[in-house]
């Protein structure tokens, strides 16, 4: 229901080497609209759309479509026919350089999903997923073909009846079939909802992240559905503000979770399709917006962080190098990010410059080896270092980077202690024990080490 929108118009592609960074081009796309679904077919067919400032709104409020046939090169930017101009674009799959699916998110007949096959020309809504009563409210759509698909929303109905709304096709969309009760997941409470565009699927398996820190998962592409508690509080900031999250999987079981609890980023793994988490202590960089699996790769992940930065793990989240970027290209934003290869990816962002007003959405592109690799040595270079350790009372915190906070976090992930606009922490009310602490630096970026408290 409530939306998620990545605020995207920089949209980056990247082969990321042991010199990796982001290149920038421009999208023309138009002053203060903002890209919150990227989606690429392969190296050369991307498609994102688009969502409008709320903070300064821009003259032109239509919703558009980007679409390039050559790698990022050249776009064209099409004005989304069918839907209200008040919809909003919640998420998009495409499938070739002609056809393609958008969830339009909103209330009323623009609700629901519609369907391009003349490269987003022209719309037509799929009414057999109706998304019709006056509860619903349309969040993702995810197709493995031209043919099958699957799509969900907000709970619908009443009583016993009471479920997250979700549909399946086989035959693009032409009919969908509502996933019935006792399959489609009940809300926790009958309040829960979902988010836009906050869907992962890795082959026939779905997750789907909640506003109660729930992922709702299915190994059979909507067939059978179980719901799990995550670490997470909420997956997007709607219900409870400034708490967001997001998965990625490599596989149908062994994935990881960035959480982001009001400032202090905190990284999971599970090996059981996210039935259940076990804390990570990264070292170095990670960034707690976004976080997506490198297919090709025995255990890559990339992370992003809005204007933040972005970095990549080799090692399954334990290490983690920042993501170089264009030096030419000021006020840089990585957003949602999507990787087809070690050697295609792609992020996108939103230029500081185009908030203020000025037109220079971006579009980066790098052609890089196909290894993600990094050597272990720089990756365990750890730039902080804690002092006295053990430590009875006060833990003093040292980096050539400048920090603004400190964060204690236990060995099951919960935080403890937290001291802003400092590099220090009083530790001496703790238990003793083991403890992880988190420094946040003036960049953005964290970084964590272990200490022991006596």
């Known amino acids: 229901m409530k939306k998620i929108l990545f605020s995207l118009a920089l949209v980056s592609m990247v082969g990321v080497s042991q010199a990796q960074s982001w290149v920038t081009k421009t999208t023309g796309a138009s002053s203060l609209h903002f890209v919150n679904s990227l989606k690429a077919v392969n190296a050369s067919t991307i498609w994102f759309s688009d969502a409008i400032s709320t903070t300064a709104p821009p003259p032109d409020t239509g919703r558009y479509i980007g679409l390039s046939t050559d790698g990022g090169n050249t776009w064209a930017n099409k004005l989304i026919s069918g839907p209200s101009a008040s919809a909003t674009i919640g998420d998009l799959h495409p499938v070739s350089a002609t056809t393609a699916w958008i ?37 993702v759509v995810h197709f493995w073909d031209e043919n099958a698909g699957f799509c969900a929303g907000d709970p619908f109905g009443t009583g016993a009846n009471l479920r997250f709304e979700m549909y399946t096709t086989t035959n693009g969309g032409t009919t969908w079939t509502n996933i019935p009760t006792g399959t489609a997941p009940a809300p926790l409470n009958g309040a829960e909802f979902g988010y836009t565009g ?26 059978s559905w179980q719901a799990f508690q995550t670490p997470a509080v909420d997956f997007g900031g709607v219900t409870v503000t400034g708490f967001t999250a997001d998965v990625a999987f ?17 990284l999971y793994s599970s090996t059981n399709s996210g039935a259940s988490w076990t804390p990570i202590t990264p070292n170095g960089p990670f960034y707690s917006n976004n976080i997506e699996y490198v297919p090709g790769t025995a255990n890559t992940y990339v992370s992003s962080g809005g204007d933040l930065g972005s970095s990549f793990s080799t090692d399954g989240g334990l290490n983690w190098t920042e993501i170089g970027s264009d030096p030419t290209t000021p006020g840089k934003y990585y957003g949602t990010l999507e990787f087809l290869s070690p050697t295609v990816g792609f992020a996108g962002g939103v230029s500081q410059a185009q908030v203020g007003g000025a037109a220079v959405p971006a579009f980066s592109v790098l052609s890089g080896s ?85």
């Open 198 to 223: 906050k869907i992962t699927v890795q082959g026939n398996n779905i997750w789907y992240g909640t506003d109660l820190g729930r992922v709702l998962y299915s190994p059979n592409r909507g067939a």
């Open 370 to 454: 196909v290894s993600l690799a990094v050597s272990e040595a720089d990756a365990n270079k750890l730039k902080l270092s804690v002092f006295p350790n053990p430590v009875s009372e006060v833990l003093n915190l040292k980096s050539d980077k400048e920090i603004t906070g400190v964060t204690v976090i236990d060995l099951s992930g919960k935080i403890i202690k937290r001291e802003k606009g400092a590099s220090q922490i009083n530790v001496s009310n703790l238990a003793k024990g083991t403890y992880v602490v988190q420094a946040a630096y003036k960049n953005g970026s964290v970084e964590n080490t272990k200490f022991i408290k006596k």
């Open 103 to 139: 969830v339009s998110s909103g209330s009323g007949a623009q609700n629901g999903i519609w369907k391009t096959t003349n490269a987003g020309t022209s719309w037509t809504k799929q009414t057999t997923a109706s998304f019709s009563s006056a509860i619903s409210f349309a969040n």
């Open 250 to 266: 490599r596989d149908s079981t062994n994935g990881l979770l960035i959480s982001d609890e009001d400032g202090v980023s905190l």
